[in-house]
C-alpha cells in the first residue's frame, strides 16, 4: 500500500509543522514575560526529573500513574516509531509492528482515561478534557489500522478502510499538534516538559526551595501586577497545568468554601497570558464568585480584571497545593507576586491586615505590642538574656507567641525541658523583633526588608551556636528568607531540639504520665516548609505516646488556616479551616492534638465546642520529665 | 468654581507610636489626607518642623504625591510657621488630636485664628459642591449633624472619620519634598517647666477579698466591719499582730 504509507508520511510531517508553529506562537507569548535565567542544562535533566521527581508526585494515585504510564509512553514510542519509520520514508515492516504493539498500549491506557472519566472526581476539569479519553483512542486506534493496512496483502477491503482510518489518524494527530498553539489538553505535553526542563525552582530538583525571591524595591520592582510581570518560565510553568484538580482537592480554603480554587487561579493566569475570558474554564469555580465575568490579557492588570482580590487573600501559603501538584507548579509563588503588588502600590488589604503591617512597621511586633515586654513570661523563670561578648550554645527566639497567655504555657514548659537538659541557653531581652513573616506574606517585602536588616544587625550583637525557637514561622523565616539578604544562621525548631537530646541521652524523659490517645498536626511551616515530619513523632514516641495519624499528616498534613496573615485577611467561607482540621483530629478518636507551632495552636484552640485539647510537643514533653528527686 | 478646582491644605504633623514612641504621620493628620484625597481638587501637604525626620516619608506612602516643608526648630511655634504657607487655600484640614510630646491639638483652631477663617471640628466627611460645601460632623452617642460650611475654612477631622489610609511603599519612593526658607520667628518659651518629683510614702492596702455581699454588710452595720482591736498586750505582742496581718494580706513577703 504504497499510498497508505506516502499519505501517513505527509500526515506526519505537516503535523510536526502545526506543532513548531504552535509552540513558536506560544514561546512569544512566554516571552512576554520578564527575563529569567535561561538554564539550557536544565533541559538534559527532563528525562531524569520527569521519571523521579514528578513520578514520586504522580505515583501517589497509582491508577491514574500506570494509565498515564500506558498512554504517554505508548504515545511516545509509536510517534518516535513513526518518525523515524515514516518521517524519513524507510517503510520497515519490522518497525510496523513496533509501532503497532506501542499504539495498543496507548489504546489500552486511553480506555482507563475513559474509564476514569465516566464518573470523574469533582476536582477533574470537564470541557475539552473529557474529549481527551476518545481523541487518544482515535489516534492509537488509527495507527493500530493503518499499520495493519500496510501489513497485510493490498485488497479491496484495506483499500476501502485505508481513508477512514487515516482520517482517524489525523484527527488524533490535530490534538496532539494543535494542542500547544491553540492551548488545547495536550498543551500540557509540550509546555510541561519545556517546564521541567526550566523549572523556577531548580533548587526543588536537588532539595528543599522554599525561600522567597527578595524584590530589588529600589529598582522598583513590586511584584507582579499584570501578567506580563511574571517572569517568563513562570508563565510557562502556568502552561503546563493538567488541571488534575489535585490542589483544589487539597486547598484548605478551597474546602471552605473560601473564594480561591489554586486550579482555577493558575488557568486564569493562563487566559492572562494568552488574552481572553475565563468562559471557557470547565473545572470548578471560586466558591462564590461565577465563571464568565473575568477576563485578561498580558499588559491588563490582573485584580480585579482577572482576579478578585478575596481570591488571593484566602490562600494561607500552607504550600498544600505545590505538594501535590505533579507538574510541579509554584502556586503559591505565584499568589505572592500578586500580593506584593497589591500591597506594595496600593496598600489595599482586607481586615486586620494593614493594622498588623503598621504595627510591624512601628513597634517591630505583630499585635503592636511593647518589644521590651517580650519576655515578661520568663520573668520568675531565672532565663539567661544574652548579653554581647558572652557566647551560649542556643539563642531561644520566642516569637509573638510570648504576647499570648496561652502559648506562654508552652514557653514556660520548654524553657523547663531545656534546664532539665542542661541547655545554655538565653533570650533577647528587650530586641528581638519580628522577623517579618507576616509582611513578607502578606506581600509587603518593604517592610520585612526593613525588619529582616534590622534583626540580621541586631543578631550580629551576640555571639551564639545555634538559634532554637517554637514558631516554624520564625524558623523558615530565619532558615530560609534570610539567607538573600546576608542572614546566615543554624536554626532548629524546638522539636528537632529535644528530639536530639532525647535521643542521646542528654534530656531524659518518663513515660507521660497522661494516658489520653494523641495525634500530631503538622505546621505547614515546619513540615512542608521544612521537611521536619520525623522529630515530633521520635520525640512523641519517646515518652510512650503513640501517634494516631490524622486523614493528612506529615508532608501532606492540612493547614490550620493559620500561615500567610489569612487570620488577618479573614476572608469570609462557608466554614472555617481550623474547624475542619479539628474534624481531622475528632475523626481520630484522638483526645489530645499535639502541636508545634503558636499559630496552630491559636486556630485549634480557637475552635468552638467540644474538640480535642490543644498541646504543644513542648508542653508535653515537660508532663514527661521525671520528678527530680 | 467647580469642586475640583478648589485648593486644599492638609496640616501634617509626626505623631508617635503609642507603645514604642517611634516617629510616625498622625493617625488624625492621615485621615484628613485621605479626605482630602477623596475629595481631588489640588492638594498641597504642609509640614513644620525638623526636615531630617525620616517618618515624613510615610505620608508618601499614605497617599500625598508632595510635601511643604517649613523647617522649624524644635519648640518653634508650628502654627504660625504653617500660616506662613496657607495664604489662598479654600480648605484647611487637619487632625484633631495630637500624639505626643507638648503637642496640644490646638493648631487647627490657632491657625484658624490667625488666618481669621472659621473653624468646623469633628468632622467625618465632607461633601463639595458647586454651590455650598457640606460637612458632617460627628456628635456624642453616635449622633451626626450635617453643616453648610461657607469656604475657605478650616477642617478640624475626627478620629474616626469615614476613611481608611491606605500605606503602600511604592509611593513612598516616588514623593518630593519642597523645602521652604525657615520663617524668622522669636522662640517661644515653653509655658511648661520641670521641677523633681517627690517621693511619697505608699500606703499598704489589703486586697478586698470579701463577697459583694459581705461589702454591703460592712458599708452599713458597723459590726460586720470586721478587722481586731487591740488594746491590751505588749509593744512588741502588737507588732506582730501587724506583721501577721502584714503576711496573710501578702503585702510583706518577709
Not at chain 1, 471557557?280 to 482576579?307: M, Q, R, T, W
Not at chain 1, 502600590?345 to 493594622?355: C, N, V
Not at chain 1, 499528616?553 to 500567610?564: A, D, I, M, P, V
Not at chain 2, 505623631?15 to 482630602?36: F, I, M, T, Y
Request: proline content about 6%; some cysteine; aromatic content about 6%.
Amino acid at each position: 500500500m504504497q499510498w497508505v504509507q506516502i499519505a501517513i508520511t505527509i500526515v506526519f510531517w505537516v503535523a510536526v509543522a502545526t506543532l513548531a508553529v504552535g509552540l513558536i506562537r506560544r514561546i512569544r507569548l512566554w516571552r512576554n514575560g520578564r527575563d529569567a535565567p535561561v538554564d539550557w542544562g536544565g533541559l538534559l535533566a527532563i528525562p531524569r526529573r520527569y521519571l523521579v521527581d514528578i513520578h514520586h508526585v504522580v505515583a501517589r494515585d497509582s491508577y491514574i500513574a500506570n494509565t498515564h504510564m500506558a498512554v504517554a509512553g505508548g504515545a511516545l514510542a509509536a510517534l518516535a516509531l513513526v518518525a523515524i519509520n515514516y518521517g524519513l520514508a524507510l517503510y520497515q515492516p519490522w518497525l510496523d509492528w513496533l509501532t503497532l504493539a506501542a499504539a495498543a498500549v496507548m489504546l489500552v491506557g486511553s480506555y482507563f482515561i475513559w474509564a476514569r472519566r465516566r464518573n470523574p472526581p469533582a476536582r477533574l476539569s470537564k470541557g475539552p478534557w473529557s474529549r481527551l479519553p476518545f481523541t487518544l483512542a482515535g489516534f492509537a486506534a488509527g495507527v493500530i489500522g493503518l499499520m495493519l493496512v500496510t501489513l497485510v496483502p493490498p485488497s479491496a477491503t484495506t483499500t476501502m478502510l485505508a481513508l477512514p482510518l487515516l482520517l482517524l489518524l489525523i484527527a488524533g494527530s490535530a490534538e496532539l499538534a494543535l494542542g500547544i498553539g491553540a492551548g488545547g489538553p495536550m498543551k500540557h505535553a509540550v509546555a510541561g516538559l519545556l517546564h521541567l526542563g526550566f523549572h523556577p525552582r531548580k533548587q526543588r530538583f536537588t532539595g528543599r526551595s522554599v525561600d522567597l525571591r527578595p524584590l530589588d524595591l529600589d529598582a522598583g520592582d513590586f511584584g507582579v501586577g499584570k501578567p506580563a510581570d511574571f517572569r517568563w518560565n513562570q508563565l510557562l510553568s502556568f502552561d503546563a497545568c493538567v488541571q488534575c484538580g489535585k490542589c483544589e482537592a487539597a486547598c484548605p480554603a478551597f474546602a471552605a468554601g473560601q473564594p480561591l480554587n489554586p486550579k482555577k487561579l493558575i488557568q486564569d493566569l493562563v487566559v492572562g497570558l494568552a488574552s481572553g475570558s475565563d468562559a471557557k474554564f470547565a473545572g470548578s469555580p471560586y466558591p462564590g464568585i461565577p465563571i464568565g465575568e473575568h477576563a485578561g490579557a498580558p499588559d491588563k492588570a490582573v485584580v480585579p480584571f482577572l482576579i478578585e482580590p478575596a481570591t488571593l487573600w484566602s490562600c494561607t501559603t500552607c504550600r498544600a497545593c505545590v505538594e501535590e501538584c505533579p507538574m510541579l507548579i509554584e502556586h503559591v509563588d505565584a499568589i505572592i507576586d500578586l500580593r506584593r503588588n497589591l500591597t506594595l502600590t496600593t496598600g489595599e488589604l482586607p481586615g486586620t491586615a494593614s493594622e498588623t503591617l503598621a504595627n510591624l512597621r512601628e513597634t517591630g511586633t505583630t499585635g503592636g505590642h511593647d518589644v521590651a515586654a517580650r519576655q515578661h513570661w520568663a520573668v520568675d523563670l531565672d532565663v539567661k538574656q544574652a548579653q554581647p561578648g558572652t557566647l551560649v550554645d542556643v539563642l531561644l527566639v520566642v516569637g509573638e507567641g510570648a504576647f499570648d497567655t496561652r502559648y506562654q504555657r508552652t514557653l514556660r514548659a520548654l524553657v523547663k525541658s531545656l534546664k532539665a537538659a542542661k541547655i545554655d541557653f538565653a533570650v533577647l531581652g528587650d530586641s528581638e523583633f519580628d522577623t517579618g513573616d507576616t509582611a513578607r506574606r502578606l506581600g509587603d517585602e518593604a517592610t520585612f526588608q526593613m525588619l529582616a536588616q534590622r534583626n540580621i544587625a541586631n543578631f550580629a550583637r551576640f555571639q551564639f551556636r545555634r538559634i532554637v525557637t517554637p514558631d516554624p514561622h520564625v524558623l523558615n523565616s530565619l532558615k530560609n528568607d534570610y539567607p538573600a539578604l546576608g542572614g546566615h544562621f543554624a536554626v532548629l525548631h524546638h522539636s528537632t531540639l529535644l528530639a536530639q537530646l532525647a535521643k542521646s541521652g542528654q534530656l531524659q524523659l518518663g513515660p507521660t504520665p497522661d494516658r489520653r490517645a494523641v495525634t500530631y498536626h503538622d505546621p505547614c511551616y515546619l513540615g512542608r516548609y521544612n521537611g521536619e515530619i520525623d522529630a515530633p513523632r521520635d520525640l512523641l514516641k519517646a515518652i510512650g505516646i503513640e501517634v494516631r495519624e490524622m486523614e493528612r499528616s506529615g508532608l501532606r498534613g492540612r493547614c490550620c488556616g493559620g500561615g500567610g496573615g489569612a487570620p488577618l485577611t479573614d476572608i469570609p467561607g462557608r466554614q472555617r479551616i481550623p474547624d475542619i482540621r479539628i474534624g481531622d483530629a475528632k475523626a481520630t478518636g484522638a483526645a489530645i492534638v499535639a502541636v508545634g507551632c503558636p499559630q496552630c495552636t491559636a486556630m485549634l484552640e480557637g475552635v468552638v465546642g467540644e474538640r480535642p485539647e490543644v498541646l504543644d510537643i513542648a508542653e508535653l514533653v515537660a508532663q514527661s520529665l521525671p520528678v527530680p528527686a | 468654581m467647580t469642586a475640583t478646582a478648589r485648593r486644599i491644605a492638609v496640616l501634617a504633623a509626626l505623631g508617635r507610636n503609642p507603645v514604642s514612641g517611634k516617629a510616625r504621620p498622625n493617625r488624625d493628620d492621615l485621615l484628613a489626607l485621605e479626605l482630602a484625597r477623596q475629595l481631588g481638587g489640588d492638594l498641597t501637604l504642609i509640614h513644620a518642623g525638623n526636615p531630617d525626620e525620616a517618618a515624613l516619608g510615610d505620608y508618601f506612602a499614605y497617599g500625598a504625591s508632595s510635601l511643604d516643608l517649613v523647617p522649624l526648630a524644635d519648640g518653634g511655634d508650628v502654627a504660625s510657621a504653617l500660616v506662613t504657607r496657607l495664604a489662598g487655600y479654600d480648605l484647611i484640614l487637619a487632625g484633631s488630636r495630637a500624639e505626643g510630646g507638648e503637642g496640644s491639638g490646638l493648631v487647627p483652631y490657632l491657625v484658624a485664628e490667625t488666618l481669621g477663617l472659621p473653624i468646623v471640628a469633628d468632622v467625618i466627611a465632607i461633601t463639595l459642591g458647586d454651590e455650598a460645601t457640606e460637612v458632617t460632623q460627628a456628635l456624642a452617642k453616635g449622633q451626626r449633624r450635617r453643616v453648610r460650611v461657607t469656604l475657605p475654612a478650616v477642617i478640624a477631622v475626627y478620629p474616626k472619620a469615614l476613611v481608611t489610609p491606605r500605606y503602600a511603599y511604592a509611593r513612598r519612593l516616588a514623593g518630593r519634598v519642597t523645602t521652604y526658607v525657615a520663617p524668622a520667628m522669636e522662640p517661644v518659651a515653653s509655658p511648661w517647666h520641670r521641677e523633681a518629683a517627690k517621693k511619697r510614702p505608699v500606703k499598704f492596702r489589703a486586697a478586698e477579698t470579701k463577697s459583694g455581699h459581705a461589702r454591703m454588710l460592712s458599708a452599713i452595720v458597723a459590726e460586720a466591719r470586721g478587722g481586731a482591736v487591740i488594746a491590751a498586750g505588749t509593744p512588741a505582742d502588737k507588732a506582730q499582730a501587724i506583721l501577721a496581718y502584714l503576711r496573710l494580706h501578702k503585702l510583706i513577703d518577709w
